[in-house]
């Protein structure tokens, strides 16, 4: 079972970045790195993946260390709405037919303040 | 626009019965995934399936079934349901197959089921 690490909650101003850390130090090569948040009331959205070159997009950067056992979700400007549960996820880069599970851990929950 | 429609947003149900949450994609996605979300264990997978008529179980399938008899359609069967069945549920859908890029899946709102 694919295990990430993730802090139980943090907090952010808003207007400022929000860094979120996740520790995935068994990672193996062909496994990527997927983030997803929840909005309370909501089902999970995708935010953003990455194997191993730094990603961006329009909602957040993602910064993966070299030797990938680890990487940060960065929401550059932070808004009150992007109050949610954040999760981090390992999942192989390549279709596997029966092997295409999303497994979930418990998530940061990120809180937005003024 | 991408859809995971689940059935019910809220449902009541008494001990024992027999309880069907639907949900149904638009997407021709092969993969359909059913969680369970409770406070202070995330989401938990249930049951999955990745194509007609196939399923594999999740982490916590006990007290549950499924079925796919459409590419569109996964159902979550609670056979007899019971309290501790009481959750959020949330339905989600992903492109399948072999050897192309793996991708993102695309969840449902959840169903909130009430057993009583």
Redesign the interface.
């Known amino acids: 079972?694919a295990k990430t690490t993730q802090p139980t909650s943090m907090d952010c101003a808003e207007g400022r970045a929000a860094n979120l850390p996740c520790n995935h130090s068994t990672i193996s090569g062909n496994e990527?790195v997927?983030w997803y948040r929840q909005i309370h009331?909501?089902?999970?959205?995708?935010i953003i993946?990455g194997l191993k070159n730094n990603e961006t997009n329009e909602m957040a950067s993602l910064i993966i260390t070299e030797d990938r056992k680890s990487s940060t979700l960065i929401l550059p400007h932070a808004t009150l709405r992007d109050t949610a549960v954040y999760?981090c996820i390992r999942?192989?880069?390549?279709?596997?037919?029966?092997g295409?599970?999303?497994?979930?851990?418990?998530?940061t929950q990120l809180k937005v303040e003024l | 626009d991408v859809k995971v429609t689940q059935s019910s947003r809220y449902l009541v149900k008494r001990t024992g019965e027999k309880v069907f949450l639907e949900c149904v994609q638009d997407m021709d996605h092969e993969n359909m995934f059913w969680y369970r979300q409770d406070p202070g264990l995330g989401l938990r997978l249930i049951y999955f399936s990745y194509d007609v008529k196939m399923k594999e179980k999740g982490d916590i399938p006990e007290g549950y079934s499924v079925s796919r008899e459409k590419k569109e359609r996964f159902s979550l069967i609670l056979e007899s349901a019971s309290t501790n069945q009481t959750s959020m549920y949330l339905c989600a859908s992903s492109f399948g197959g072999t050897g192309g890029p793996n991708t993102e899946a695309f969840f449902g709102q959840g169903t909130r089921l009430t057993v009583v």
């Open positions: 079972d990527y997927y009331s909501q089902g999970p959205q995708y993946h999760y999942r192989g880069g390549l279709l596997t037919g029966g295409n599970k999303l497994t979930f851990g418990t998530g």
